[in-house]
């Protein structure tokens, strides 16, 4: 097994043009304790496959070479032998059992969820994430934020890529270094998995039902993941960032958040009484509709029908003003269109509603303002 | 040996014996005319298959939404998978059992003849339902030939009802198909064949046919679930009824794992019978063969959930799966040990069947290997969803499953057609398609260590020098593929006249017939020493 | 076996039936995607035609063969041998049908096991129930849904009781028709057999009666009523309709032996059908113990 990757590696960098440095070619160690060992249980297990593969090849091989008919080798006549039987039986249930000890003691660990410093609700909806701090009061979403340009290139004319493609979200969740953080997994929507490789944290989030996890990291930094399990069109588009920040950091990030959430809370009681000029709300509400909306509806307001419907002509979009705010901030139940009453400010739905009526042709005219919002969900 | 059977058929007020054109595969019962059909529909299907995997391929030549809707990638996926699976590989075997079982046992044909034609004629008319929900205004199913709730319910476009009926109907083909292997072998054996007579080819599929007859049932259960969790309003996988979505991964992986042994067990068969004849030295370990054999059927019943360590099984589930599964690497090492046994000290020569056995032997091995790996659970948290998976079950699927089917095919080729097959561009079918197969998979694994998710249509910049290379192994492999379209249909046409027995080392009732095989054989038992 | 039963294993030449059946499982299945379809669209369309179409070439082909199958026994055709087979075919058949219903069975001990004791809270579950679904307490039969359904027990004595005594009894009717059959005794067979079936219908028909109860206004078990009533009907739904097929499958064997068809060592259709009638029973036994009473 060994010596084919060597033949694949130096075949494949003798014909590329770039780099392989850039991927690692086995899996990660990790951060935590936890992940090194698992990765030294996946050395493990790999060394062992090798050298049971070395033997079994070799053999085949030898008799591949030497006992082949045109070198005149003539067959033998055995064909049953009880003893070798039974011996390359229990050869391998020895290996196997000295696999599943180590194997048992990291899995008992990975499922201690019990005394953490920190818990963290997760809930994974299509297609992002939510993190929720327990006893913080402070709670976020977190979004892919490479720009649409950079991965639609059916022109092959995209924009350059960053760096981080598609690995990088607009507001990552934060967690402190050194302290066991415990995760609850769960979704509003479909499964989707939570995985940072580098912790060795892959869990499933099942609507309805809360999954632990946990992680302790000890070096501070930034880490990349990916949601795990297909959730529909945009899977392949959700990662997960993780900044760990070391303990003073964290609790400073912690303050300044609590600061926001308060300016936030006065904003939302000021835009109560503002109000905005027409292409200020379309100005806003065509960014609100293109980070929030446009994975679904389209940049174009035509949707994806029949899974996602259109919204240019639409008959809420273009009718009753109240009943088209309510939609946008309750959802639909049990359909991919969330609420985003708790995602967005007053101000924000305001704003893409106004958009929605005005774009694509919808020439409704109707401008909403944050008040119109707030009183049509009051009821 | 060539008297008749009794062949009349009364409703018909038809005494033609062998009928003509079309009427004769529509109406046909004969077990030879019936494995065709099988086999070259399966064939079609792997083309099918094959051509979506290579759009999913071209998508992922390079970063970047180049070809495809994220949502039809999904598509393709899905139907891929369940082409693969469901069109291509099963029907070959049921293909492949239905030519040579009666052959193999000394039977006059399959014990339930029209039961039979009527198994394979469903196919067809289900994967029209499957491809044509394609060319429907919803789509095709996108939610993984896994289908897991509730991305496969409430959350599911508008063709799921098309893809359960189909699965529904498909299940019925492989049940009766299953029903007709068992009767036959149990009811129809020669005088003096005794189970432990048989040829290992027939234990394998006569314990696979079990292995179908228990778990298609199943699939057929869990597909009805989704239909009424998605059109009928009950919770089966719904928190908030007080169901449960995991409920669908348990009650679809009791059926999917036995699946997939389904899916190896007729390969080790094949190869159990190829082996031994181009080493020209006897099977070692007969019945150890088949205990194994029978033993991997027993555990893939207690391993499912090893697909869902992630889930949040509880410690004891996750352990108690973990273990099984590890065991199912012993009876495994026990076959492949025989096979190595059986080839050490013989008088070996390499056609064309025995070079895609022993590609099957290594192969399958490192794929087995990499299962080994994922059984780990601690380690599939890493490797869980990633192309490591994909990787692994390309390598048990397509070098292994598929491998074994070309190896059988070339075996029986001059037995089926009359003719050999034309031996160089056989070995370039084989020589190509174990160089490209190779730069298709083996990367895969590098590419889920390194973080690579399953399923998606696009990804970070670092896996891009690796999806290069193996979108080009994939569409070399693709085009390696057609030269065995030209070998077959060469042989059909001509060739050299193939003698009763092609092979000098091998065994078997089946070379003890003319080649080609005629219509009616063992009409009179033959006999068993 | 001897050689001479080899001799005569009946292959027949070519038949059109698998096709036809082939083509009604088709438009069964298509028509039956599309109608469920239209349904969920609230749109008209041809599905259900195309399904009563498939029903009824599935019908036709039956009829024709079977036909086909009971000339060629009556004429003789069938050895020993092929009898074997059919029963195997038979009982392998009747495994596949105890696998499916495993299937639901299943289900059925997964939610009450696990899935609705973990929404509560048990096992390594505390938050599910503490931030989930706080107002939520599991219990089976589960009443109350965690999004709040409610709905009522359907108790075991009354009908499902009386329905067993119906179904157990049919089942002993069905042994003694088979005992009259191989004793070669005509009248009585008849008699067992017009009783077997009464019985059966009389199963059918209480049936029908139990599901207007749970979908009476006090009942309020209905399909959509959460796990409970999702695994109550579609339980007793399945049985129902293999109930049905197997009242079917008596009768048809009724008509025959009016038309004075089987022996006493020759009657293999009545025996698989006498099966499927003890396999239908049993299912319900279990039915009566995993879904009524506890
Ligand atoms: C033909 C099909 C086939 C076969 C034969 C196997 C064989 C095995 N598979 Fe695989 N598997 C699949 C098809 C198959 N699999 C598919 C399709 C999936 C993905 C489904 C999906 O999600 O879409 C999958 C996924 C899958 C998973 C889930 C991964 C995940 O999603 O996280 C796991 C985990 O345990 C697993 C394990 C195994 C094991 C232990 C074997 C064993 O049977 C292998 C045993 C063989 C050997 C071990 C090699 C030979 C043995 C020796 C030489 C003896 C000595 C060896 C030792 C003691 C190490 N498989
Ligand atoms: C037995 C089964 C089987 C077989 C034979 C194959 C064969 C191939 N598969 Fe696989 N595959 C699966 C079973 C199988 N697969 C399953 C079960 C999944 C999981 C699905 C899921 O996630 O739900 C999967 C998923 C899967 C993926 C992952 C998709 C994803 O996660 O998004 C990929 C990606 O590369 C892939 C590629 C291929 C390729 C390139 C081949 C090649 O071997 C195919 C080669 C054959 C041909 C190409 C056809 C012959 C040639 C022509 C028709 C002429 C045209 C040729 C050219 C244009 C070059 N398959
Ligand atoms: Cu979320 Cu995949
Ligand atoms: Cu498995």
Redesign the pocket.
Known sequence: MKRRNLGWLSLGSLLSYSAWADMPLNLTQGATEVSRNVYDLHMLVLYICTGIGIIVFGIMFWSMIFHRKSKGAKSASFHESTKIEILWTAIPIVILIAMAVPATSTLIEMEDNSNADVTIQITGSQWKWHYKYFDQGIEYYSVLSTPREQYENHQSNSAIKNEHYLLEVDKPLVIPANKKVRFLMTSDDVIHSWWVPAFAVKQDANPGFINEAWTKVDQPGIYRGQCAELCGKDHGFMPIVVEVKSEADYQNWLIEQQQLIAQSAEAEKASLNSSLAMDELMQLGEQVYLANCAACHQPTGLGLPPAFPALKNSPVATGDINEHIITVFNGRVGTGMQGYGKQLTLKEIAAVVTYERNAWGNNTGDSVQPADVNAAVAK | MTTEVLTEDLSEHNQHHKMTGIKRWLYTTNHKDIGTLYLWFSFIM??T???L??I??ME?FQPGLQIVEPDF?NQL??V??LI??FG??MPAFTGLANWMLPMMIGAPDMALPRLNNWSFWILPFAFAILIGSFFMESGAPNF???FYAPLSTTYSNGSTAFFVFAVHIMGISSIMGAINIVVTIMNLRAPGMTYMKMPLFVWTFFITAYLLIAVMPVLAGVVTMVLTDTYFGTSFFNAAGGGDPVMFQHIFWFFGHPEVYI?ILPAFGIVSTTIPTFARKKLFGYSSMVYATASIALLSFIVWAHHMFTTGMPLFGELFFMYCTMLIAVPTGVKVFNWMATMWRGSMTFETPMLFSIAFVILFTIGGFSGLMLALTPVDFQYHDTYFV?AH??YV??TG??FSIYAGAYYWLPKWTGHMYNDVLSKWHFWCSLIS?NL?FFPMHFLGLAGMP???PDYALQFADFNKW?SIG??A???S??IFLVVVIKCIKGGEKAPAKPWEGAEGLEWTVPSPAPYHTFSTPPKID | MTTKEYESYYVPAHSKWPIVGAFALFLIAFGAGNYVHDLNNNSSGYGGYLLIAGFALIIYMVYGWFSNVINESMAGRYSHQMDNSFRQGMSWFIFSEVMFFAAFFGALLYARQFAVPWLGGAGNNAMTAEVLWPEFTASWPLLKTPDGTETNEMGWYGLPLINTVLLLTSSITAHFAHVALEQNKRSQLKVWMVLTISLGIAFLFFQVQEYGHGYSEEMQLYLTSGIYGNTFYLLTGFHGMHVTLGVIMLTVMFIRILKGHFTPNNHFAFQAASWYWHFVDVVWVMLFIFVYII
């Open positions: 792997f083309l298959g094959g051509a995997a290579m999913i391929r992922l990638f996926t899905t891929h998978g693969m699976v291509a590989i993984g030939w896994t899916m994909v079950f390309h699927l397509v499953s598929l197969v298709l399953r399923r998606i193996i994939g569409f492999f693709g085009l593929q057609l």
